[in-house]
């Protein structure tokens, strides 16, 4: 019995160290790092300049009323679209109308003393060439008459000013085009010339941006321009700069650049919101950027950093980076990474300097494939 005790607590011994063992192998075996190869020749030829744009309308106004009153009627509503001639509201006619009725009048009785002082001219002259009447009473009948023409065209301006009047009671649409602003309420009192809707014509369409001051020297008319929309997710639109403002503006001190895109094709509507990127006009060096997502970010003490699988060994490098701008889910680096580099993107904080992994693509690597499609290796 004694013999067998120590030959049974080695054989214990053995197999804790056997299993031991294969615990650290099996720690030490790579750990799985999610991953995305860097292709620079996608942003070679110079740094993009980006910004936020929003889809305005080219042309666009406030429609108001020519004439103050009481607003009783809107036949649109916000998101409306109206036609070229379309009524959109009313205010109330009854005080226009009786200034209407009252210059008709006044046009009729012009006209009627007009046709009288006619018939005495005409009777006059002929008086006056049988030498029946006096000269001085020829020259009273003349100027009566000339009184009386007068008086018609007065009349005949005036019924014109009360029958415009009357139609500027209802706002008629300029142009086709949506309903963009609602600023007046039925019941309300407005003035000549309060918005009472705001319209943006239908139409071309302007991706608007505002460029700060450093930048607006690499900004030109013609200068070509690649903008997406968060809500259109997947679709890329090519588009150039049309205008760009000749002063700052005097609040924000940014200038108002328009770009147009080449073909808007569906979806792109009023009010939406996105990002453009320009290539700069006064850059001609051969220098390429890459566009990271914004989850690949690391540190380095104070400086940006990302993690750098090595093809020898497959170890990851801390790398200093050079960050140029920060978007809202992607970063554009400028110096510190080579074509082909794979870039660890998830799980920046849980890895070491030197650490063996193996690269894995996302299941999901941004440009619409996934990684089920693309066959990655584990």
Known sequence: MNLRTPALL???????????????????????????TVHAGARSGGLAIRYPVEVTARY??????RVPGKLIERSVRLGD?????????????????????????????????????????DRDTAQSAANLIAANQLEQTQDL???ALAAQEQAAEQWTVARNNLGYNTLIAD?????????????QVVAAGQPVFGLAWSGDLDIVLDAAAGDIGAIAPGQTARVTFPALRGRRFEAHVREVAPAADPQSRTYRVKLTLNEPGSGVRLGMTGDA???????DSESSSYELAAT??????KEPAVWVVQTAGSTLELRPVQVHSYGERSILVTQ?????????????????????????????????????ESGPAR
């Open 60 to 65: 666009a106004n406030t429609m108001s009323f």
């Open 175 to 187: 142009h086709d085009g949506v309903i963009t602003s609602e600023n007046a309420d039925t019941g």
């Open 277 to 283: 990127a320009l290539a700069r006009a006064d850059d």
């Open 296 to 301: 690949a970010l690391f540190h380095r003490g």
């Open 81 to 121: 679209f109206v036609h070229k001639g379309q009524p959109v509201a009313r205010l109330d006619p009854l005080d226009a109308q009786s200034q209407a009725a009252a210059a008709k009048a006044s046009l009729d009785g012009a006209e009627h003393r007009l046709a009288f002082a006619k018939q005495q001219l």
């Open 10 to 36: 080695t054989a214990c011994v053995l197999m804790s160290l056997s299993a031991c063992s294969a615990k650290h192998r099996a720690e030490a075996s790579p750990a799985l790092v999610v991953t995305r």
């Open 145 to 147: 008459y000339s009184s």
């Open 336 to 372: 510190g990474l080579n074509d082909g580099d794979n870039v660890v993107v998830a799980g920046v904080h849980t890895v070491y300097e030197g650490e063996h992994v193996k690269p894995v693509r996302p299941l999901f690597d941004g440009e619409g494939e996934s990684a089920a």
